[in-house]
């Protein structure tokens, strides 16, 4: 089955970039999106189609997509963008969504 | 303001099934897709299948098939899933989000907004 592969933790000072990866060799055949959750919470969109940023989501979150590498980037990080992030992708020959394992951004 | 508002907490003995119910507002119910994602406590997200509310065309991840079924109402702005043959690894938190993007083109979609959740809690 298809996997999306990304780094269990990621730390990162205050004021600092945050590069969180999300590898697939498929994900050049369509596109990304990126969830932000924090405990308790339901996820929310952050990225979207690759590199687009739903209303109200700060301007310090980008994405990129490589073909074979997603990335959300967060510029400037502050201690409240501390929490999990997923990587998202559609498999066109499953027909299946497919989610990375999630990557645990710290903010020391 | 778009809101998805989930029936409440279950729990059910292993072998049972579970219905749970997600009533969109804020938008036109048959324009967007509709799918569900579980979360296990401390694991991940677990995509489970979309539905098109408009058709009632459904898909369901492989590891479901068989157990699965996604449901809806029209006439109440109202979908379902049923979750069959329960067993204790079904436990988990289960979302009802909003395919944003184009009705039934998966590959253009993302999940722009979720429901709060419903707690499964399968156990003898």
């Known amino acids: 089955s298809y996997e999306l592969t990304q780094p269990p933790s990621v730390s990162v000072s205050p004021g600092q970039t945050a590069s969180i990866t999300c590898s697939g060799d498929?994900?050049?055949?369509?596109?990304a999106s990126w969830y932000q959750q924090k405990p308790g919470q339901s996820p929310i969109l952050v990225i979207y189609?690759?590199?687009k940023r739903p209303s109200g989501i700060p301007e310090r979150f980008s994405g990129s997509n490589s073909g074979d590498t997603a990335t959300l980037t967060i510029s400037g990080t502050q201690p409240l963008d501390e929490a999990d992030y997923y990587c998202?992708?559609?498999?066109?020959?499953?027909?299946?969504?497919?989610f990375g394992a999630g990557t645990k951004v710290t903010v020391l | 303001q778009v809101q998805l508002v989930q029936s409440g907490a279950e729990v059910k003995k292993p072998g049972a099934s579970v219905k749970v119910s997600c009533k969109p507002s804020?938008?036109?119910?048959?324009?967007?897709?509709l799918n569900w994602v579980r979360q296990a406590a401390g694991q991940g997200l677990d995509w489970m299948g979309w539905?098109?509310?408009?058709?009632?065309?459904?898909g369901y991840a492989q590891k479901f098939q068989g157990r699965l079924t996604m449901t809806r109402d029209t006439s109440i702005s109202t979908a379902y899933l049923e979750l069959s043959s329960l067993r204790s690894e079904d436990t988990a938190v289960y979302y009802c989000v909003r395919g944003g993007g184009i009705i039934s083109r998966p590959q253009f979609n993302y999940f722009d907004y979720w429901g709060l959740g419903t707690l499964v809690t399968v156990s003898s």
């Open positions: 539905m098109n509310p408009n058709t009632g065309d459904t």
């Open positions: 189609q690759d590199r």
């Open positions: 998202q992708a559609w498999d066109s020959s499953t027909a299946h969504y497919v």
């Open positions: 804020g938008y036109t119910f048959t324009n967007y897709d």
């Open positions: 498929k994900l050049g055949h369509g596109f």
